[in-house]
T-cell receptor
Framework: DAGVIQSPRHEVTEMGQEVTLRCKPISGHNSLFWYRQTMMRGLELLIYFNNNVPIDDSGMPEDRFSAKMPNASFSTLKIQPSEPRDSAVYFC?????????????FGPGTRLTVT | DAKTTQPNSMESNEEEPVHLPCNHSTISGTDYIHWYRQLPSQGPEYVIHGLTSNVNNRMASLAIAEDRKSSTLILHRATLRDAAVYYCILSYNQGGKLIFGQGTELSVKP
């Protein structure tokens, strides 16, 4: 079975450009999470969805960040405009349901470099 | 959100058991204890979770203190492939939200 799929795996862009990260969750999973990982701040939860509806976006750092989930099999995280401090590895994860007992399955991540 | 405290790093020898401790003194009655690990250059991977009773699966065992203020992840025979950062996380009440701390970096010596 395919796991969580993220694209691109690597992205290098210049400051000020728009960046779009993509995620395909595991089929049948109802919840989707976006995380960001840096050496300084570790692994941070940015936003999560349940049944395609955003539940908590309190981790989104600024208005430059936005996330959508137009259907159960696709989500995007957009940064516009990008800044060097956005350089990080961005992970998408999905889980069967939004519950304390649910496991999250992580994708391989997108390594973003903003120059 | 309830917090967890873990040692920054631990060392183990290959084929020996490893006990990774975690303190969570502010845990609430409905919080589940989750363990994830992150191998180098990979996304985090689920290991095990529990509520009150000890739990076993093919990867590890989870021992939970009677007062639930601490837990221990047990790898019965460490291999070189177990070298990773191990995160102890309390689920966000019943909402499934996970807040990762700094974790314990486990190194395994041959």
């Amino acid at each position: 079975d395919a796991g969580v799929i993220q694209s691109p795996r690597h992205e290098v862009t210049e400051m000020g450009q728009e960046v779009t990260l993509r995620c395909k969750p595991i089929s049948g999973h109802n919840s989707l999470f976006w995380y960001r990982q840096t050496m300084m701040r570790g692994l941070e939860l940015l936003i999560y969805f349940n049944n395609n509806v955003p539940i908590d976006d309190s981790g989104m750092p600024e208005d430059r960040f936005s996330a959508k989930m137009p259907n159960a099999s696709f989500s995007t995280l957009k940064i516009q405009p990008s800044e060097p401090r956005d350089s990080a590895v961005y992970f998408c994860a999905s889980s069967p349901e939004l519950a304390g007992t649910s496991e999250q399955y992580f994708g391989p991540g997108t390594r973003l470099t903003v120059t | 959100d309830a917090k967890t405290t873990q040692p920054n790093s631990m060392e183990s020898n290959e084929e020996e058991p490893v006990h990774l401790p975690c303190n969570h003194s502010t845990i609430s009655g409905t919080d589940y204890i989750h363990w994830y690990r992150q191998l180098p250059s990979q996304g985090p991977e689920y290991v095990i979770h529990g509520l009150t009773s000890n739990v076993n699966n093919r990867m590890a065992s989870l021992a939970i203190a009677e007062d639930r203020k601490s837990s221990t992840l047990i790898l019965h025979r460490a291999t070189l492939r177990d070298a990773a950062v191990y995160y102890c996380i309390l689920s966000y009440n019943q909402g499934g939200k996970l807040i990762f701390g700094q974790g314990t970096e486990l190194s395994v010596k041959p």
